[in-house]
């Protein structure tokens, strides 16, 4: 008890402390759905459910200490960019900012209530593309907007700081996010979330390496019929780092589509986390939803953690999902080997070859080194 | 010269013996067959020779070119000139064949002193090796034995055999699985590979290969030991009787 007493008063400070530095500097960006959920919900005991592998505190102190505003936009074309440490009437900004909560995310409304720089991204047309850099020292966030018909692409790099990214797709418009995420030495939190709207598309990838502690949560909401997602990826996690990512998959309308396919190589003493959670709200039916996740641990002392999770609230739908963690196989280091070719020079080729059956861009695989 | 010599070689696998005591000698410009019922350990033999971890040597010798394999690696032993082909080719997903090839042979002629190959001469060969196997160079692109048919996967072993160049094949089943056209094409490779100046070992159920290759000596394996050799003839005395009348003599 003295220690439940303990923890309960750590967090009720650290929620103090967060409340008091909230941003006042932009007066016209209104942060109340942040104020309110953190109000509302608190903070969720450390070292459980979502947080059970990653030390949310940590991330938040951090928060608390990155005082700077940086500019992380690089470079866009086809977008039309407000930055919001300018004020702007725009009551759009507002609206796309006021998101409703999802849950067990409490950095997210960290983020909302401490973020002092960042973007908002209109794309209207059928080429807009736009590149974020890392901004490291920072609390940014970005609201993008894929306007109907229109279609975005982004490549983002991240590497410490946090960060979170607000996406709304439009009806029959398509977001192509690419995502990477050197290795660092700082923490960093990194958050996406979509609403995908009817017909509309998005293809996330993510190539990661990790850092001291890196959370990286995804949440994706298909919120009209034929919205389809594809979620892929891979990771390589070594020395003592850490990479926990987490991705919500959540299918609130029927016929919408979703495929998730992510490995993970440790190596070392690193640790990795994985969860897949697919939603599958009543309405939802015939929503169809697969997940795989395989990860390799190349050291003994390295660990990966994987959990896929399936909540399924209607009887139409089709979902698989499933999740591995073992070693590099070891007949094909064999025949490798019986080739003529030495052990390491085959677990190295064996284990770019996981990897690259889902790390396709070639960002994420210069990243990774393969 | 001497490829491979066998005395009295017994031999475990997780510590149950497979292999009762087998004498056999492979001379360059000979070729051996293996014949023997399912269970026979022929797949244990070709396995203990390529030194494979959980097959292990409890009595006995193996020579390959004349040297004592004891403490020598797969990696060791392939380099030394042992090529096994595998009765179920490995699939290995995102390695392509070409880069699998490549390293292949860069590592075999790094072993021996010489330079990488060049990537001109590499296609050049390996276009030339696919042609007369009849594969299509688009599936160097793919990734090993991915998606690839029963006969594909037996003459992608026999591209490397070709392209590799090993003094001793050892062919584990390589004809099983295989359609005749398939069948033929993979005799096809093997004869091409054939040399005054090294040796084949074919590990198979049946005489149906040795119709399209011309063997010296044949070999009957029942229960882990070689129980009767004589020339191409006995095959087919196999083949006439089955494994059982012989399996006493």
């Known amino acids: ?370 | 010269m001497k490829l491979l010599e066998l005395r009295g070689l017994v031999a475990s696998v997780d510590e149950k013996q497979i292999l009762n005591g087998i004498d056999l000698t492979v001379n360059a410009g000979e070729v051996h067959a293996i014949m023997g019922p399912n269970g026979s350990g022929k797949s244990t033999l070709s396995n203990v020779l390529a030194g494979r971890d959980g097959y292990s040597v409890t009595q006995g010798e193996i020579e390959l070119m004349g040297a004592p394999v004891n403490g020598m690696s797969v990696e060791e032993r392939a380099l030394t000139g042992l090529f096994l082909g595998f009765q179920h080719p490995i699939e290995i997903p995102g390695v392509t064949n070409m880069e699998f090839l490549k390293v292949a042979i860069d590592s075999h002629r790094i072993s021996i002193g010489e330079e990488e190959m060049n990537t001109r001469d590499f296609m050049v060969q390996v276009r030339d090796i696919s042609k007369r196997l009849e594969l299509s160079t688009e599936f160097l692109k793919r990734f090993v034995n991915v998606g690839f048919s029963g006969g594909e996967k037996k003459r992608n072993e026999i591209l490397q055999l070709m392209l590799l160049r090993p003094r001793l094949a050892f062919l584990d089943e390589t004809d099983s699985g295989l359609d005749v056209d398939a069948l033929q094409v993979v005799a096809k490779g093997i004869n091409e590979f054939r040399s005054d100046d090294n040796g084949v070992v074919l590990v198979t159920h049946y005489q149906r290969l040795l119709n399209y290759v011309n063997v010296d000596f044949v070999h009957i394996m029942v229960n882990g030991a070689i129980v009767k050799s004589g020339d191409a003839q006995l095959a087919h005395e196999v083949e006439a009787q089955g494994y059982a009348g012989l399996g006493e003599a």
């Open chain 1, 1 to 370: 008890m003295a220690d439940a007493r303990t923890a309960d008063s750590a967090q009720s400070d650290l929620l103090t402390r967060v409340f008091a530095q909230e941003v006042q500097e932009t007066p016209w960006l209104d942060r109340s759905s942040s104020r309110a959920e953190l109000h509302d919900a608190g903070l969720p005991m450390p070292w459980k459910g979502r947080w059970q592998y990653t030390d949310y505190q940590a991330l938040i102190e951090d928060a608390l200490m990155l005082e700077e505003s940086k500019e992380a936009l690089q470079s866009c074309d086809g977008v039309e960019v407000s930055h919001l440490d300018q004020p702007t009437s725009d009551a759009e900004t507002n609206a796309l900012n006021s998101y409703e909560s999802v849950g067990e995310f409490p950095l997210m409304d960290v983020n909302g209530l401490l973020f002092r720089s960042g973007t908002k991204l209109d794309a209207t047309t059928q080429t807009a593309h736009a590149s974020i850099i890392d901004a490291t020292g920072s609390v940014d966030r970005h609201l993008i907007s894929v306007a109907e018909d229109a279609k975005l692409r982004i490549e983002e790099s991240f590497q410490s700081g946090n960060r979170v990214a607000l996406c709304y797709v439009r009806e029959n418009a398509t977001l192509e996010y690419e995502l990477t995420m050197p290795q660092g030495e700082e923490p960093g939190y990194h958050c996406i979330v979509v609403w995908l709207e009817a017909d509309s598309t998005l293809r996330l990838h993510l190539a990661s390496k990790g850092s001291r502690v890196r959370r990286n949560d995804v949440i994706v909401n298909t919120i009209g019929r034929n919205a389809s997602a594809t979620l892929s990826g891979g990771w390589l996690v070594d020395d003592r780092d850490h990479l926990d990512t987490q991705v919500c998959m959540n299918h609130r309308v029927g016929n919408t589509h979703s495929e998730q396919s992510f490995h993970g190589v440790v190596d070392d003493r690193a640790r990795s986390a994985f969860s897949g959670f697919i939603r599958i709200d009543r309405d939802a039916s015939a929503a169809e939803a697969h997940l795989t996740n395989r990860n390799i641990a190349l050291s003994p002392h390295a660990r990966a953690h994987a959990q896929p999770e399936l909540e399924i609230y209607t009887d139409d739908v089709i979902c698989s999902h499933g999740a591995t963690t073992g070693h590099l196989d070891a007949d094909s280091l064999f025949m490798m080997r019986s080739r003529g070719i030495d052990e390491d020079s085959a677990r190295t080729m064996l284990t770019k070859g996981f990897l690259r059956q889902v790390v396709h861009s070639e960002s994420g695989s210069s990243l990774l080194q393969l």
